[in-house]
């Protein structure tokens, strides 16, 4: 199969397929979750079809008109580095909704768990496959609105709920300053497409000798950031952990979170080799590697202990990226890259584990568990694998990247000189220290020493094979990429390295590399890691009573403060704005109309009643305007809701047959179809309500009605009799564009329709989404009454 074919399927089957799951779902009932795990068996496969071609060959890029105007097309860049996050995104996708088999209650709403995990992973496909940087955003965006959707999984929850807007506030405004930053490379560049600027060595020579390359590289960075909960953006993942444990395993181990590092990995090629790229990228990497593994200390939750290990994570491979110098720009690229790889497995596995045990235990309160390696022994043989490859120990995964972590820093640290070469690798270490004694705390605070028995069930058992067998098989990958790492690395991390530094790479990985620097800061790192280990209910006491005595020094605070205080400046604009009545918005609106009306008139010297004006006028039209005009009134001083809807219907019916006198008869049909419509839904509705008007109007409010509508009357009287008389300057009607470019550029022969669909189609667009948002407001509506009884 042509590999482009094949990733056009992979991407767009679990949209396709999560369109039709409630239908499957009334098939299969409570079964539904291995239809969502075929489908997303079947993106692994479509591609891992794609991959022999590109790991033989290099990238593969083809695309299908899309936006030609704006020279964007549907395209797909297909490489190394594509292909690995393509078979994560899709392999973890079927472990995680195999195990939410067993997880999940038949209880919970599947269809619209399953649906949002299909769509979130169809989102992330696209995402990393997407060559124009456009279509990258709007998949970005795609992400970030499913990850809401699960984060927010279970809607009656405060937490839940907080955690999701909090999550789409972080990363979807990220996104925005990404696509700004998007822009600042189209205007350097003239080009959206990111195969373009990648295969063009004097376009990303131009890029960096480029007065706007700071700009753009800072607001690329901030989307990368937020979205891998790098540097001030970390505090939504904490609070995003309110999600179902398989949507965490999911979104915050392996795809979501690394949507920056893609992002990071991507723009790579464009930005490194330079001094900002060093400071900015790797400076945050390692900033955040050591603060997040610090804070994870005082975490008493299973899983905010693992969203603050895989924020520290993160930052080891943000600092691996951004390791660079103008001679070597590539420094960490490849130790980054498997490390991407062994942390998916390793933390997607842990956090499988902690859904098994607060699964069985009732609780993700860590204090509360202890000497759970009896009565779940496979369980803690699992997640004792996964913890210890993340701790760095031999002969996992998590040992070789760490050690390849170690050797790029000493290299960077060499290469820099002065202090940076004792305080990078010292940093590194430090990092490493954290992500020892945390994961040591993961194992002994679950499943070593005494049993809480006031604090447990009484029986605790290990759950059913299905939620065994895939952190089983996670725990079994981390060992076989720590034995064997060769076809690891020869089949995924060399195509994508090679993709990232766009020259074929040769990355050699050992188990054994001899006695040197590396295994020396390893040797240190557990020494010191089991020192710290000692103090740590110490440390996170201390952490404790800091931030009990100082609250305010905390991003969290700031983000609580702004947020609320929006809502409080928000609620009272609103009560300012909308204080309830229809009427006080008419009034403004008519008192503002009159202002902005007059304004033309006064500027060009308009006068009340031009000069020389025809009363040309043919019986027809006199009798026409004159029902009009009684209509009107009519409508207006009728004494009953149901006469004043008639007298207004029968106005619209009216100005039908004005449109029949100009020869329109599409227009008069579409204004006769759509007054009967209104007609009837107003005839429905105010059948419900008393007939005769409830307000009474005093003379004060009686005149000053008049006074209004009478102004409102002149102001547009006065402008259309100046626009007959040439208040503005002649000009050619556009209708003859119209007429000769409809059928050879819109291919239509009804003029209406192209105009509205192709000429105007955005502005038709943005008509169809007000009325769906419109749509949605009353249907929400009406579901929340109907929820309260």
């Known amino acids: ?65 899309w936006i030609p105007s704006m020279g964007l097309n549907l395209s797909f860049y297909i490489d190394g580095l594509s292909i690995m996050f393509g078979i994560i995104v899709s392999g973890i996708g079927v472990i995680i909704m195999s195990y939410s088999n067993g997880y999940m209650s038949t209880k919970e709403d599947l269809s619209r768990y399953y649906r949002q995990l299909l769509l979130f992973m169809g989102s992330m496909l696209g995402m990393v496959f997407s060559a124009n940087v456009i279509q990258l955003f709007i998949f970005w965006e795609l992400t970030s609105i499913t990850s809401f959707m699960l984060i927010g999984y279970w809607r009656n929850r405060s937490l839940s709920v907080y955690g999701a807007t909090k999550s789409l506030i972080v990363t979807a405004g990220g996104g925005i300053f990404m696509l700004t930053g998007f822009l600042l490379l189209n205007i350097i560049t003239g080009t959206f497409d990111i195969g373009t600027i990648l295969q063009d060595p004097s376009i990303i020579t131009t890029i960096k000798g480029h007065d706007l390359f700071l700009p753009a590289l800072v607001l690329i960075l901030i989307g990368a950031a937020a979205k891998s909960a790098q540097g001030p953006f970390y505090i939504w993942l904490p609070n995003a952990m309110e999600a179902p444990t398989p949507v965490s395993a999911f979104l915050h181990s392996a795809t979501m979170v690394k949507a920056g590092i893609y992002l990071i990995a991507r723009v790579h090629p464009i930005f490194s080799g330079t001094d900002a790229w060093l400071v900015l990228v790797g400076g945050l990497g390692i900033i955040t590697m050591v603060a997040a593994g610090f804070l994870a200390f005082r975490q008493t939750d299973i899983k905010g202990l693992l969203a603050y290990s895989t924020i520290s994570q993160l930052g080891y491979m943000m600092a691996m990226y951004g390791y660079t110098t103008y001679q070597y720009p590539g420094i960490g690229v490849a130790s980054a890259t498997f490390h991407l790889l062994n942390h998916a497995t390793f933390k997607a596995c842990l956090f499988l584990v902690a859904g098994i045990v607060a699964h069985e235990t009732a609780t993700r309160d860590i204090r509360k568990m202890g000497g759970l390696r009896k009565e779940l022994p496979f369980t803690f043989i699992i997640g004792s694998i996964a913890a210890l490859s993340m701790a760095g120990i031999p002969p996992l995964n998590g040992f070789l990247s760490k050690e390849m972590f170690y050797e790029s820093s000493l290299e960077i640290g060499q290469l820099l000189g002065g202090p940076f070469a004792i305080l990078i690798p010292a940093a590194a270490v430090l990092g490493g220290v954290f992500t020892f004694a945390y994961s040591i705390k993961f194992i002994d605070g679950i499943f070593l020493g005494k049993r809480r028995n006031d604090e447990l069930p009484k029986h605790i058992h290990e759950p059913s094979m299905i939620m065994l067998i895939p952190p089983g098989f996670l725990a079994l990958l981390v060992i076989i990429i720590g034995l064997f790492p060769s076809a690891a690395v020869t089949y995924m991390i060399e195509p994508a390295t090679s993709g990232i530094l766009l020259e074929k790479a040769n990355v050699y990985v050992s188990l054994w590399h001899g006695f040197n620097a590396a295994l020396v800061m390893t040797i240190v790192t557990f020494i010191a890691g089991i020192a710290i280990y000692t103090r740590y209910d110490a440390i996170a006491a201390w952490q404790d009573s800091f931030n009990a005595r100082h609250t305010k020094i905390s991003i969290n605070y700031v983000y609580d403060s702004i947020v609320d205080g929006a809502k409080g400046k928000s609620s009272s604009f609103a009560a300012f704005m909308q204080p309830g009545p229809i009427k006080p918005y008419l009034v403004s609106l008519l008192v503002l109309f009159i202002v902005l009306g007059t304004i033309p008139l006064i500027l060009v010297g308009g006068l009340m009643i031009p000069p020389g004006l025809a009363f040309d006028i043919n019986i027809y039209e006199l009798i026409l305007l004159c029902l009009i005009v009684v209509s009107a009134v009519g409508a207006a001083v009728m004494g009953k809701y149901i006469y004043a809807v008639l007298a207004v219907s029968a106005m619209g019916y009216l100005v039908s047959l004005v449109f029949i006198n100009l020869k329109a008869p599409d227009l008069a049909m579409t204004q006769i179809l759509v007054e009967t419509l209104f007609t009837i839904i107003f005839l429905l509705v105010i059948v419900k309500v008393p007939q005769t008007f409830k307000e009474h109007l005093t003379r004060s409010v009686l005149v000053k009605d ?32 119209f007429i000769e470019n409809s059928v050879p550029l819109a291919k239509g022969h009804n003029m209406v329709n192209v105009i509205l669909v192709d000429f105007r189609g955005i502005d038709t667009l943005g008509e169809i989404v007000v009325i769906c948002l419109a749509g949605l407001g009353v249907y929400n509506l009406i579901k929340s009454r109907s929820d309260s009884k």
């Open 1 to 65: 199969m042509d590999p482009f074919i094949a990733i056009i399927l992979a991407v767009f089957l679990p949209f396709i397929l999560a369109g039709i799951l409630p239908a499957v779902e009334r098939l299969v009932k409570d079964k539904i979750g291995w239809y969502a795990s075929g489908v997303a068996f079947l993106s692994l496969l479509l591609v891992a079809v794609a991959a022999p071609e590109v790991i033989r060959g290099g990238a593969v890029q083809s695309s299908v008109q």
């Open 706 to 737: 008049l006074l209004i509508s009478s102004a409102v009357f002149v102001t547009v009287l006065v402008l259309l009799l100046n626009a007959f008389q040439g208040i503005t300057s002649p000009f050619e009607s556009i209708s003859y564009y």
